[in-house]
């Protein structure tokens, strides 16, 4: 039985975050909740619809493409204005499209059009998200308040694709997209309520300190190169593990048995629980460490998870254990990557360019999708499974890791 002094340390806990950053903590937590399904499932229904898995992962590669245009035109709205509000509620509207096409759709050309809203509305989000975090967060350290953020996101991630799940299977196949358009709808209300003290919050933060860290910085950090190759790696592997992975589940490995959809749905939410269990926890952890520890911790983590999914694609008894064992490990990498990703970021970027340097960050997640889901899914078709995927990925992690490790330790 649960104390009610539990809940008093709980809502305790809650109040010491600034209002602001508490608003843009729902804020992301609903956008998450609504994308979650839409996310990992999209593939899976489409798959069962009829969709080819390159039809598939040609969607997310156009979805990310058109997002490509919509991080560029917003980081430089973000710069010249510092106005989060009208990006957010724009990627609501185009969200709320996308799920109406993807609803209506039965063939590849609605579910490339929706695909394409999903981007558009994914591109302009995702910077305007992360633009005011480091402005609400007030005395907070920044990584903390990214941590709090990111874990907001794993419980909306997790509860959108559990619940999507059960939906999908249970009630209407498109369940996740009704679910996405109602969470769009909370947000745009949520902005719109509080839209004049979100303008005054931003500009007197702006006024009093451009950059947090770095006042007077105008120029790229000198490593600036290897963590964006880095992040861009991790972000690939993230893409291919929301993609490609329930794809291999169904269809199976050299060896390994195909699972159910609904046992590859159980697995993916239970990954997504130990998520959002870590998240918080880890993500303080990181906020004690070095800047970029928690980017070296990401890539190790995904280079064994890869490597596991690999080996566990040549085995059929053990095949299970060494695939939640990857989940468990993609849990930890991921919980640290995604804080870490946006503050050093964040610090890296000129004073004059951080909304710019949100944008990319933002790229780099839709970098991810440009080719990794299409050539994923040319390679399941032609073989039928997708270890030489996951072995490709480990060793390239692994690789970075090193550089990483021996230029900027």
Known sequence: ??????????????IQFPYHLRLITKIRFYAAFGAGGVIYLTS????????????????????AIIGTLTRLITGNYLNKTGGIQFPLIASSILSIAASLCLIFSRDTLFYII??????AAAGIYWPAAEFGVPYFCQSI??????????????????????????????????SIFIND??????????????????????????????????????????????IIISILLITTSLALIQVTLPLDLV?????????????????????????????????????KKGRLFGLKFSLITFSLASFLLFISSYLSISAFYLLSFSLILVSLGTASFLPTSTDV??????????????ALLSQCFAMGYFFGPFISGRILDLFGYASIIWFSISCCCFVVFVVLFRRLF
């Open 345 to 358: 970021v964040f610090k890296i970027a000129p004073s004059n360019k951080k909304g710019f340097a949100l």
């Open 181 to 226: 358009i109602f969470c769009m709808l909370v947000i745009t209300y949520l902005i719109s309520r509080n839209s004049s003290s979100i303008k005054r919050n931003l500009e007197n933060f702006q006024k009093k300190n451009v950059d947090p860290i770095n006042k007077g910085q105008l120029k790229w950090n000198k490593n600036s190169m290897i």
């Open 251 to 287: 269809k199976g490995g050299v060896y390994r048995k195909a699972l159910s959809k609904e046992i590859t749905s159980l697995v993916i939410s239970m990954q997504l629980i130990l998520l959002l269990c870590l998240q918080w926890p880890v993500g303080s952890w990181i906020s």
């Open 114 to 119: 929706g695909q394409s809203f999903v981007g």
């Open 141 to 174: 350290d920044t990584r903390k308040a990214y941590a709090l953020v990111r874990s907001s996101e794993a419980l909306g991630i997790f509860l959108g694709v559990f619940l999507g799940g059960f939906m999908t299977n249970f009630l209407y196949s498109k």
């Open 44 to 63: 899976l229904i489409f798959n069962n619809i009829g969709l080819t898995a390159t039809d598939i992962g040609l969607g997310f590669t156009i979805s």
């Open 1 to 14: 039985m649960i104390s009610p002094n539990s809940f008093q340390i709980s809502k305790n806990w809650w």
